[in-house]
């Protein structure tokens, strides 16, 4: 058996193994998992992911959850080349990554912290502090991105994909982000990998809508 995914196209984790998959260009198979209809919590997917929740991915034996986990797994064993600058084997360059990816569970966080599915289910606003709570941590990825291209310095990595996997969803659901033109000019950066628009941009353009409908229903959606 091949690589499998187990996958929520809103899911920031899940969408930050599927940039993986696809930046090293493997063949691999999408399971989508339907979180609204609670088939995490079925006995057949809790077999997959006991923590009974996306992504998990399984190649041949292997049975793995954990998005951070399994990024670094996918360039360890299938990354050549240029591919292996995403993780880098030198423990100087590859600390950097390691450290943005711990920082990455932060953003993911806060972003949880925003609520979405209530935000985007039943058009509930999200509380002033975790809005500010949001902003802290794009100011604090704005600042980490001063004089450099890419969180871990000036090559794409696989913190990229952690952080900006959230980003993107934060950035449909609160209208202000604060003064964080390093994050902006880094998005647009993102934006440019062949795959983004198939990963993120898709999706977050129909959960904008969907948000836009709840929240707002006047007001014109802008991308
Ligand atoms: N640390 C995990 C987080 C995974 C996670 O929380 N996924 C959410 C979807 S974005 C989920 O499955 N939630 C369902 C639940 O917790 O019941 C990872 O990076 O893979």
Redesign the pocket.
């Known amino acids: 058996m091949g690589i499998v995914l187990y996958h ?1 196209d ?5 969408r ?2 599927l940039m993986t998959l696809k930046a090293l260009k493997l063949e691999f198979e999408i399971k989508p ?1 339907d ?1 609204f209809a609670g088939e ?2 079925k006995p057949e997917y809790l077999k997959i992911n006991p ?6 991915l399984v190649d041949g034996k292997l049975q793995l ?6 990024i670094q797994y996918l360039i360890n064993k299938y990354a050549k080349g240029a591919d292996k600058a995403l993780y880098p084997d030198d423990p100087d360059k590859r600390v950097l990554v390691d450290m943005e990816l711990y920082i990455s ?1 932060i953003v ?1 966080e806060a972003f ?1 912290g925003l609520n ?1 599915p209530a935000m985007l289910l039943k058009g509930e606003k999200p509380s002033k502090e975790k809005v500010e709570a949001v902003q802290k941590c794009l100011k604090d990825i704005n600042d980490r991105l001063e004089g450099k291209q890419y969180l871990a310095g000036n090559t794409l990595t696989i913190a990229d994909f ?1 952080s900006y996997a959230s980003v993107v969803f934060i950035k449909i659901l609160i209208d202000d982000m604060g003064k964080i033109p390093n994050v902006e000019a880094w998005m647009q950066r993102m934006q440019k990998l062949p795959y983004d628009d198939e990963v993120n941009g898709q999706v977050m353009k129909k959960l904008a809508v969907m948000l836009q409908e709840k929240l707002n229903p006047k007001k014109q959606t802008q991308f």
Do not use: M, N, Y
Request: net charge positive.
């Open positions: 929520l809103a899911s920031p984790p899940s930050s193994v998992v979180l995490h919590k923590r009974g929740k996306v992504p998990a959850s954990e998005s951070r986990a399994i569970e993911f949880l979405p952690s």
